[in-house]
């Protein structure tokens, strides 16, 4: 069921529901997008309208982080489950080795994406895995990484490079590629590979994986965590107000 969130659709899923649609979507053999919307995301879609065009018409967006789920449930309207680009990752990869869906791991660096592939080659030995490229390339480069990705024939993409612009290359080159199900799964490459770490289960229940990851990513994440993320509290004292006093 899709609902709205400070004014944002969400697909008010649990994880084992979302995984039961990602199957749907592998079997209608058309191209389909999944986005995981978080505070960072709906921060950028307030001030980018073509981030927020292309976040808005994907085909399955779930919800990532805990305080969208307490905001959810301030609204009236309590978000089943957060999960992430991992946690769909971890659900969807035995399956596929189990019914034969192919897997393309795109993005992160070369030492990283070679480290992810091995991994799931050796964890589970009957996966198909299509193929794979590093994160890094240049505009002249683009069409050549989206016709080897639809030579693969992949049923699943998944995707490791920065927001937006993951999601820009996701939805200009969706049916050209021809993928399934496409997703991008944030840091997750960088997890299994070992580069980073994730959170411990009580501080991703408490609300605290971003302390965590600003521990080990501070350069990068400072200024999402510290500047960027007190504009989110505005957003929900303002939609509380209108809830509330109306």
């Known amino acids: ?6 004014s944002w659709p969400v697909d008010n899923l649990s994880l084992e529901e979302a995984l039961q649609k990602t199957e749907e979507f592998i079997r209608s053999r058309k191209p389909h997008q999944h986005v ?31 305080p969208l789920i307490w905001v959810s449930k301030l609204l009236g309207q309590p978000i089943k489950e957060r999960f992430g680009g991992l946690d ?20 992160a660096k070369d030492e990283v994406i070679k480290k992810v ?21 240049g505009t002249k480069e683009e069409e050549k990484i989206v016709s080897e990705i639809k030579n693969a024939k ?27 199900f496409v997703m ?27 302390l965590f990851r600003l521990h080990q990513e501070p350069r990068r994440l400072w200024k999402r965590y510290l500047v960027e993320d007190p504009i989110f509290v505005l957003m929900v004292a303002k939609e509380l107000a209108k809830k509330w006093i109306g």
């Open 36 to 66: 995981a919307i978080n505070v960072d995301k709906i921060i950028k879609m307030r001030r980018d309208p073509q981030f927020r065009k292309t976040v808005t018409s994907c085909d399955l967006i779930t919800v990532d982080g805990q």
């Open 88 to 107: 769909i990752m971890n659900g969807l990869i035995p399956r596929a080795a189990d019914k034969g869906y192919r897997i393309y791991f795109l993005g």
């Open 154 to 180: 992949p049923h699943i993409l998944f995707v490791a490079i920065s927001s937006p612009k993951k999601e820009a290359f996701l939805q200009k080159y969706l049916g050209k590629m021809n993928v399934p």
């Open 184 to 210: 991008g799964v944030g840091g997750a490459f960088d997890i299994i590979a070992g580069v980073t770490k994730r959170a411990p289960k009580w501080m991703q229940r408490c609300s605290l994986e971003w």
């Open 117 to 137: 592939v091995e991994y799931y080659k050796l964890k589970f030995s009957s996966l198909k895995i299509a193929g794979w490229h590093n994160g890094y390339w």
């Open 1 to 6: 069921m899709r609902i709205k969130i400070l």
